[in-house]
């Protein structure tokens, strides 16, 4: 089966993309889950026959949940929120019952000549990854690479 899809970004291996003329569809593949979306209707349609041809596929409507991201949709807007997976975070952390603060710590109270050290720096890297991964949409392998080619980070994690 050809339907001469192309990969959207050769750093992402899941996000593929048809143009014809004015028509743009778009597929993101996640294990055995894949997430359509397009400018034509009737094009989405005909893409979804052939892909039936080949594979056992469920339609399950307009998106609602999709890899910890929760979808609202309407006719005038799509609203996406990470709050359940905020929620998990904030429980990991122990900061269920904190409060917001502008500024979470006072500014300049520790240095780097003050302060003890984690004694296992290495229980905290998987916590700080899922904080990477929720405010730029990647890991922290992903997003290192990315700020040192950039030239925003200097120091390693």
């Not at 597929?27 to 026959?49: C, H, R």
């Not at 905020?86 to 429980?91: N, Q, R, S």
């Not at 122990?94 to 004694?119: A, D, H, I, W, Y």
Request: aromatic share 14%.
């Amino acid at each position: 089966m050809k339907l001469n899809f192309k990969q959207f970004n050769l750093d992402d291996t899941t996000m593929f993309v048809k143009k014809v003329w004015k028509i743009v569809v778009y597929i993101v593949v996640y294990v055995d889950d894949l997430l359509m979306t397009g400018n034509n209707e009737s094009y989405i349609a005909s893409i979804k026959k052939l892909l039936k041809k080949g594979f056992d596929m469920n339609k399950l409507g307009h998106l609602h949940y999709y890899l910890g991201i929760e979808v609202t949709q309407n006719p005038k807007y799509i609203f996406i929120s990470q709050k359940n997976y905020i929620g998990e975070l904030f429980k990991i952390f122990g900061m269920v019952e904190c409060n917001p603060l502008s500024t979470p710590m006072e500014r300049n109270l520790l240095t780097s000549k003050e302060g003890n050290q984690f004694e296992d720096p290495t229980k905290y890297r998987p916590r700080i990854d899922q904080i990477f991964h929720f405010l730029l949409g990647s890991s922290l392998d992903s997003c290192k690479t990315r700020m040192k080619y950039i030239g925003l980070l200097r120091t390693e994690f």
